[in-house]
């Protein structure tokens, strides 16, 4: 591996889209041919990194680290840790399918695919950022492109979808962008370097009035991005309106993003500020879990009702992040995982029976068992999978989840619960609808089961489902290191912060005492 395998992986669907530039346009199967083939090599390239990983360190690894900026020290430094490794996999897994789930695309197909290739891009290099700057400009490179997705290749009210996905996400961006100028100069003042690089920013000091202000910076961008409730109100519009795959995409990795951006950057760095805003954090969590399953309960279009699911499976991930215990944070990252694979593989199930039918409300379906029987068993593994029943992927991250936060606060948990029993409640309603009843519209009658391009997308998915819902341990053991030292981290810097807080309590009390003795001998004399 002395390669630079990252910056490979990175920058190879950036090459593909620079090849396609120079490809016509007119010769469609060409170019979905070329775009298929970066897909596989960037994810057989990707996939040594699993294997090849040391579990016994938290250091990060593969880490290639070169001046980019000199006079302002910002470097192109990128690696990974056991966090960002299966997010990292999980991008070039999903956009592989999303290559191969856009096969009927016929319009600007040249375009279509630039663009999916350059997301990939800003995807992957979001996930190995270990610079500020440098993390910054692939998290703004990669919403050009899903906003183009959303906006020529979306539905109906796509201009309204991608308007609003584009102005929530640019405002969260621009505050952060301020809060990491503001680090960098708070830095440069306590150390006398400039620098963005991140693992020496860590090491940084940062005051208790500040944490807050910068925190919520941060928090707002990937508040917007997860999305928590209430910051949610643009997912189901971009989701409704974005093609299949740019659903896909947007479930499995982009609001990923978000939780991926409280790990790396908002614990570390805010560690006081952190264990500050837990309660509000929390109570926002519990929040989106309850409120995004009783809206989905009541969704008519199937689309909508798993944008909503999104929002309250992603408030078990926020929830467990903030319980600062090894259950509740791997369990929330292992969710990360489990909710890309089971939400998008829904989205897909979704977009195939859109394709044979042009429509995606509840009410047009049923029965559709009797004519697409691989379909509906493909659609009951992946809608137990969301569920998180046993021996599937999502028992085992909110499993962990639940455990961790039962073991700081059982009202959270108690509450919390309850979405894992509205889950059940929406989501086998909905398959009983769509599937089960009598088949009595003629337009279903016509329908004709997977063929073997959907066979592709739909299998792989289902063994990683089973996989990890059966023997997780490969990919826990790995994130269990990293995992452990970033809760280190986090706990000693806040309890340096509660010392000094207390000396500052004692020192005050003192003064005020010696003030007041002061008074005293005045007055006798």
């Known amino acids: 591996m002395n390669l630079p395998i990252l910056t490979i992986i990175t920058f190879l669907p950036l090459f593909g889209a620079i090849w396609l530039l120079f490809v016509n346009g007119e010769n469609q199967e060409k170019i979905k041919r070329i775009a298929l083939v970066i897909a596989i090599g960037d994810f057989i390239i990707s996939l040594p990194l699993f294997f090849k990983f040391k579990l016994n360190t938290s250091e990060f690894q593969f880490i290639e680290n070169v001046s980019w900026i000199k006079e302002f020290g910002i470097s192109y430094?990128?690696?990974?840790?056991?966090?960002?490794?299966?997010?990292?996999?999980?991008?070039?897994?999903?956009t592989l399918i999303c290559i191969l789930a856009s096969w009927n695309v016929k319009d600007r197909i040249k375009e279509y695919m630039i663009a999916m290739l350059i997301l990939e891009t800003g995807m992957l290099g979001v996930f190995i950022s270990l610079d500020l700057f440098l993390f910054y400009v692939f998290w703004e490179l990669m919403l050009i492109p899903?906003?183009?997705?959303i906006g020529v290749w979306g539905g109906p009210r796509r201009i309204y979808a991608t308007i609003k996905f584009f102005i929530f996400t640019m405002a969260g961006s621009v505050l952060m962008l301020v809060?990491?100028?503001?680090?960098?100069?708070?830095?440069?003042?306590?150390?006398?370097?400039?620098?963005?690089?991140?693992?020496?920013?860590?090491?940084l000091d940062i005051p208790m009035g500040a944490q807050f202000w910068l925190f919520l910076a941060f928090f707002?961008?990937?508040?917007?991005?997860?999305?928590?409730?209430?910051?949610?109100?643009?997912?189901?519009?971009?989701?409704?309106?974005?093609?299949?795959?740019?659903?896909?995409?947007?479930?499995?990795?982009?609001?990923?993003?978000?939780?991926?951006?409280?790990?790396?950057?908002?614990?570390?760095?805010?560690?006081?500020?952190?264990?500050?805003?837990?309660?509000?954090?929390a109570w926002l969590a519990i929040a989106g879990i309850i409120y995004g399953a009783l809206v989905a309960m009541v969704q008519e279009d199937l689309k909508k009702l798993?944008?909503?699911?999104?929002?309250?499976?992603?408030?078990?991930?926020?929830?467990?992040?903030?319980?600062?215990?090894?259950?509740?944070?791997?369990?929330?990252?292992?969710?990360?995982?489990?909710?890309?694979?089971?939400t998008g593989a829904l989205f897909l199930l979704v977009g195939m029976i859109y394709e044979r039918r042009h429509t995606r409300l509840i009410a047009d379906f049923g029965g559709l068992t009797k004519k697409m029987p691989m379909f509906a068993i493909f659609f009951l593994i992946i809608t137990l999978s969301s569920i998180g029943l046993p021996g599937l992927n999502g028992f085992v991250g909110e499993f962990l989840v639940l455990v961790g936060v039962f073991k700081t606060n059982v009202l959270y948990a108690v509450l919390?619960?309850?979405?894992?029993?509205?889950?059940?409640?929406?989501?086998?309603?909905?398959?009983?609808?769509?599937?089960?009843?009598?088949?009595?519209?003629?337009?279903?009658?016509?329908?004709?089961?997977?063929?073997?391009?959907?066979?592709?997308?739909?299998?792989?998915?289902?063994?990683?489902?089973f996989w990890i819902g059966i023997y997780p341990k490969p990919i826990i053991s790995r994130?269990?290191?990293?995992v452990n030292h970033l809760l280190t981290q986090v706990d000693e810097k806040y309890k340096i912060t509660l010392n000094k807080l207390k000396i500052e309590d004692e020192e005050a009390a003192y003064a005020i005492k010696e003030d007041e003795s002061t008074e005293h001998t005045i007055e006798v004399d």
């Open 479 to 482: 994130m269990d290191v990293s």
């Open 220 to 281: 707002f961008a990937f508040a917007i991005k997860v999305p928590m409730f209430p910051f949610h109100t643009w997912l189901p519009d971009a989701h409704v309106e974005a093609p299949t795959a740019g659903s896909v995409i947007l479930a499995g990795v982009l609001l990923k993003m978000g939780t991926y951006g409280f790990v790396r950057f908002s614990l570390p760095l805010f560690p006081y500020a952190s264990h500050q805003f837990v309660p509000l954090i």
């Open 77 to 94: 430094h990128v690696g990974i840790d056991g966090i960002s490794l299966f997010l990292f996999l999980l991008t070039s897994f999903l």
């Open 179 to 203: 809060a990491i100028i503001v680090i960098y100069f708070m830095n440069y003042e306590a150390t006398g370097e400039y620098t963005f690089d991140l693992l020496k920013i860590y090491n």
């Open 146 to 149: 899903m906003y183009l997705l």
């Open 416 to 465: 919390a619960t309850t979405g894992v029993i509205l889950s059940a409640c929406y989501m086998l309603w909905m398959f009983q609808r769509v599937m089960f009843n009598k088949l009595t519209n003629p337009e279903n009658k016509k329908l004709k089961d997977i063929n073997m391009r959907e066979w592709a997308l739909l299998l792989p998915i289902t063994i990683l489902v």
């Open 306 to 342: 798993v944008a909503y699911s999104s929002v309250s499976h992603l408030g078990f991930v926020m929830l467990g992040i903030f319980v600062f215990n090894i259950q509740g944070m791997e369990g929330s990252i292992l969710q990360m995982i489990n909710h890309g694979l089971s």
